[in-house]
């Protein structure tokens, strides 16, 4: 996942902790890790008293600052959230997952108090949905301009990717639920059927056709008739990605 023919790049670059609950000590993480990497961890990821000391908990432990970026966040309450802020802590926020899984997500307060927020999906198990569902959803909550900030510019700064690295990885919309390009390392990676038809002949040959149930056909360089075949093998042909029917 770490080659440059991976179909999305995969921050390598990275210190995590999965939770408190599961890592009692995060700030092992945060502390033995470069200050130039981000530090992620699950938490205030429920509705109860214990998820809402999660965060004071974190900053404890000596593991809150600029590099943290907490997921999910459902607890967070005024006093957490001003926590966040004055570490320069950010949160990765996955809002199908939280109302699937609590019937809630985030406080709105969260997205008006300077607390710098990516957008994200969450484990198909609680969460079938790919990013443009979960941008949808996010709409509910904040302006489509505040959305598209969520899964570009964002993300980029928690994340600490170098301008260079920007430079050769971008995207291209049409509209707020079609993905018309995507371009990783410098390379096409996807591509609407309509761009297509303007590159070389010998360029669109490393494309194949994926139409996933609800979308429009798309372009991939990927194996993908390979990639079906051998998931039919063990899955039968009902084959789904992110909970949406591969239709060819």
Same mark, same amino acid.
């Given at each position: 996942?770490?080659?440059?023919?991976?179909?999305?790049?995969?921050?390598?670059?990275?210190?995590?902790?999965?939770? #408190?609950?599961?890592?009692?000590?995060?700030?092992?993480?945060?502390?033995?890790?470069?200050?130039?990497?981000?530090?992620?961890?699950?938490?205030?990821?429920?509705?109860?008293?214990? =998820?809402?000391?999660?965060?004071?908990?974190?900053?404890?432990?000596g593991a809150l600052d600029s590099r943290t970026a907490i997921v999910h966040g459902v607890a967070l309450r005024r006093a957490s959230i001003e926590l966040l802020r004055l570490r320069g802590a950010s949160l990765v926020w996955c809002p199908t997952s939280n109302l699937s899984m609590f019937g809630?997500?985030?406080?709105?307060?969260?997205? =008006?108090?300077?607390?710098?927020?990516?957008?994200?999906?969450?484990?198909?198990?609680?969460?079938?949905?790919?990013?443009?569902?979960?941008?949808?959803?996010?709409?509910?909550?904040?302006?489509?301009?505040?959305?598209?900030?969520?899964?570009?510019?964002?993300?980029?700064?928690?994340?600490?990717?170098?301008?260079?690295?920007?430079?050769?990885?971008?995207?291209?919309?049409?509209?707020?639920?079609?993905?018309?390009?995507?371009?990783?390392?410098?390379?096409?990676?996807?591509?609407?059927?309509?761009?297509?038809? #303007?590159?070389?002949?010998?360029?669109?040959?490393?494309?194949?056709?994926?139409?996933?149930?609800?979308?429009?056909?798309?372009?991939?360089?990927?194996?993908?008739?390979?990639?079906?075949?051998?998931?039919?093998?063990?899955?039968?042909?009902?084959?789904?990605?992110?909970?949406? #029917?591969?239709?060819?």
């Amino acid at each position: 996942m770490f080659g440059p023919e991976f179909p999305v790049r995969v921050v390598r670059r990275v210190a995590w902790a999965h939770s #408190q609950a599961f890592d009692p000590r995060p700030d092992e993480a945060i502390r033995k890790a470069p200050r130039t990497w981000p530090f992620v961890v699950h938490c205030a990821e429920g509705v109860d008293a214990a =998820a809402g000391r999660e965060v004071a908990g974190l900053d404890e432990a000596g593991a809150l600052d600029s590099r943290t970026a907490i997921v999910h966040g459902v607890a967070l309450r005024r006093a957490s959230i001003e926590l966040l802020r004055l570490r320069g802590a950010s949160l990765v926020w996955c809002p199908t997952s939280n109302l699937s899984m609590f019937g809630r997500t985030v406080p709105r307060s969260v997205f =008006a108090a300077g607390v710098p927020v990516a957008l994200a999906t969450d484990s198909a198990l609680s969460a079938p949905v790919d990013l443009l569902d979960e941008m949808a959803v996010a709409r509910r909550y904040v302006p489509a301009a505040r959305v598209r900030e969520m899964v570009t510019s964002v993300p980029a700064r928690i994340l600490r990717l170098s301008p260079r690295v920007l430079e050769r990885d971008w995207i291209a919309m049409r509209g707020e639920s079609e993905v018309a390009l995507v371009v990783v390392n410098g390379r096409i990676k996807l591509i609407s059927p309509e761009l297509a038809a #303007q590159l070389p002949k010998s360029e669109r040959r490393r494309f194949e056709r994926l139409h996933v149930e609800c979308r429009p056909p798309v372009l991939v360089a990927a194996p993908v008739a390979r990639l079906r075949r051998a998931a039919e093998k063990h899955l039968g042909s009902d084959l789904r990605l992110a909970g949406k #029917q591969v239709l060819a």
